[in-house]
């Protein structure tokens, strides 16, 4: 059964950081793809990054580029999420995904998911 646990939320002032972590267990991961989604309040869930397990690709949302980076500590089979220069924009509840390996790193359509950690930037 694999499992994708989210952790680092909270609230946090525009122009902070946060660093968001996942981890997973309940399979081997190194043929899939790990992804981070957020969704904001009335929103529909989006794409924030992804990347390969073994770390050679990685795809951003536009929104994102240049803030966030997204990496996975193989040893603790875990990915992180580091979020810079917050905006209010980033608000929402942030979720952790896999899938098995495809090119390009897809955007959508992930088989697992995470419950999600609330991330909350103020102005």
């Known amino acids: 059964q694999v499992q994708l646990v989210e952790s680092g939320g909270g609230l946090v002032q525009a122009g902070g950081s946060l660093r968001l972590s996942c981890a997973a267990s309940?399979?081997?991961?190194?043929?899939?793809?790990m992804g981070w989604f957020r969704q904001a309040p009335g929103k529909e869930r989006e794409f924030v990054a992804a990347t390969s397990w073994s770390g050679r690709s990685t795809v951003y949302a536009d929104s994102v580029k240049g803030r966030f980076t997204i990496s996975r500590d193989n040893a603790k089979i875990t990915v992180y999420l580091q979020m810079n220069s917050l905006k209010p924009e980033d608000t929402g509840v942030y979720y952790c995904?896999?899938?098995?390996?495809?090119?390009?790193?897809?955007?959508?359509?992930?088989?697992?998911w995470g419950q999600g950690t609330q991330v909350t930037v103020s102005s």
């Open positions: 309940g399979r081997t991961f190194s043929n899939y793809v």
């Open positions: 995904a896999a899938t098995p390996i495809r090119y390009p790193l897809p955007k959508y359509e992930y088989d697992y």
